[in-house]
């Protein structure tokens, strides 16, 4: 049975902790390794408590990471850290950085949670940068969503949803890279 959990905060409260980073980096290596290996700046686009850029940041290379969240009690619950998180909106243009071209936008278990038009706005917009994009989305090898909202689409479709110009099965996931 999916775990419907009443809020994101709920879902993520007891996350920041070594456990859930070394958890996180064993199940979903692949997705770190594809980014690692793409580029040298990242950019979190819905970071929640900001896994992703923790681990990215403590990689060897140890490359330049920020991340930004609509919900800033999620950015709290990420905290402390030494990478810079802001308040900001996938869908606002505005909100990815123009100052330190180019980095690569990414993202881990955010784009599922909207419609099939919302994402293709929100692909649009992060194309619109000028920047690379590497998303890792949830396919239908999950028998059930885990917080309760997200599309379980199989490759194919999210292939074309998304239209990305590379991509690979990373265990229960698809790594879309444009």
Not at 24 to 40: P, R
Not at 58 to 85: A, H, Q, T, V, Y
Not at 164 to 177: E, I
Request: aromatic residues 12%; negative net charge.
């Amino acid at each position: 049975m999916s775990e419907n959990k009443s809020s994101w905060e709920d879902y993520y409260k007891d996350r920041n902790c070594p456990e859930y980073l070394a958890y996180f980096k064993k199940e979903y290596g692949g997705f770190i390794d594809i980014l690692l290996s793409n580029g040298k700046s990242f950019v979190e686009a819905g970071c929640g408590i900001g896994t992703v850029s923790k681990i990215l940041y403590d990689s060897p290379n140890r490359p330049c990471c920020s991340g930004f969240d609509i919900n800033k009690k999620m950015l709290d619950i990420g905290e402390p850290n030494e990478i810079w998180f802001g308040v900001g909106d996938v869908f606002d243009k505005n909100t990815y950085p123009t100052c330190y071209l180019p980095y690569v936008i990414h993202s881990h278990g955010v784009v599922e949670h909207f419609t099939k038009s919302k994402v293709r706005k929100i692909i649009s917009i992060q194309k619109s940068t000028g920047n690379p994009m590497i998303h890792w989305v949830p396919t239908d090898a999950y028998k059930e969503p885990s917080f309760g909202d997200e599309m379980l689409l199989s490759v194919e479709d999210w292939l074309n949803l998304l239209n990305p110009r590379h991509h690979r099965v990373v265990g229960k996931g698809l790594v879309c890279v444009w």
